[in-house]
């Protein structure tokens, strides 16, 4: 039976043999708050979620939350689709921007767990039927992460337009990837890809360019990032990958970046420089704007993709 989604705060879950575990949050959009996964041995905390002391209504870096219907800014909140034009609520007051979607804190149903001896399974959903003036479109989301030692974690994300008229979508997770030391010392490399010209409130001015810095892995030293990246072309997987400075072990984020699946990326360095946000999505910032991405999807219509993390040896 599925769970209601106000009596569920955070569930552990890990398969019965092999060391791996993950923490999620129903209750705040399905947030990973902490992935453990074992290599020759050895338990691996690869995210810095949001420790079990820790409230998650005050964390302002929406760590591991969903980024739906649109990922990143968009641009004052104002856009127009098909002739008309919306305001969505305005979260970042900065800049003025409303960012991240509108399901980071909304309480998930949880409407599966299964656990075996090498896997753990758990799906949840949510039905946006709201009828809010900025995005008035009805949809259903879900959400199934999947954990095992061999291949690590996974996520599958679904949205199906549940109204009858065509919807504006975009589709981001929000992680930041734990890289103990600092992640001075690590190395990073990226896939072929571009990266998008900001104005001074982070929105893309339209320019791009092909971005070489890590073609081949490259230590990240002291460099600040804080941008969008674009994937020039289809491909069924990409992945971007992070080697220990002891070259003991590599920290590889892939996603699926077909045809409207995950094409783009942002790349943010906190302050603290102790991890770094690795954050998939399948449009560019503020698309809803610009276009550059954003999946029209008609009624009935699907949108599937994956992405996940791994550990792996460096030699």
Not at 148 to 153: A, K, L, P
Not at 182 to 196: E, F, K, R, V
């Amino acid at each position: 039976m599925p769970v209601r989604p106000s009596s569920v705060d955070r569930i552990s879950l890990s398969p019965k043999t092999g060391g791996a575990s993950m923490v999620v949050a129903p209750a705040w959009g399905g947030r990973v708050c902490d992935l453990l996964l074992p290599m020759n041995g050895i338990r691996h905390s690869v995210l810095d979620g949001v420790a079990d002391e820790e409230v998650i209504q005050d964390d302002r870096r929406y760590k591991s939350a969903p980024l739906i219907p649109f990922p990143n800014r968009v641009n004052g909140g104002r856009y127009v689709f098909e002739g008309k034009t919306y305001q969505l609520p305005i979260n970042e007051t900065r800049h003025g921007h409303a960012i991240h979607g509108l399901l980071y804190n909304r309480p998930m149903m949880v409407e599966n767990v299964q656990i075996t001896d090498q896997t753990a399974q758990l799906r949840l959903t949510y039905a946006y039927d709201e009828v809010m003036s900025g995005y008035p479109f009805p949809f259903e989301f879900t959400v199934t992460y999947w954990l095992c030692e061999q291949d690590g974690f996974r996520c599958a994300t679904q949205i199906r337009n549940t109204g009858s008229t065509a919807m504006p979508l975009g589709v981001g997770w929000h992680p930041y990837l734990s890289l103990p030391g600092g992640i001075a010392d690590w190395t990073m490399q990226l896939p072929d890809c571009q990266i998008y010209e900001l104005d001074d409130v982070s929105i893309p001015t339209g320019a791009k360019q092909d971005y070489v810095a890590f073609v081949v892995p490259t230590r990240l030293a002291a460099i600040h990032l804080n941008d969008c990246f674009g994937l020039p072309s289809a491909a069924s997987r990409s992945e971007i990958v992070f080697t220990s400075p002891a070259r003991d072990r590599q920290v590889v984020f892939w996603m699926e970046s077909g045809v409207n699946q995950y094409r783009y990326f942002q790349l943010f360095t906190p302050p603290d420089r102790l991890s770094i946000a690795v954050e998939p999505m399948s449009c560019c910032c503020d698309a809803v704007n610009n276009h550059d991405g954003l999946i029209r999807l008609e009624s009935g219509d699907i949108f599937t993709a994956s992405y996940g993390l791994q550990l792996r040896p460096t030699f």
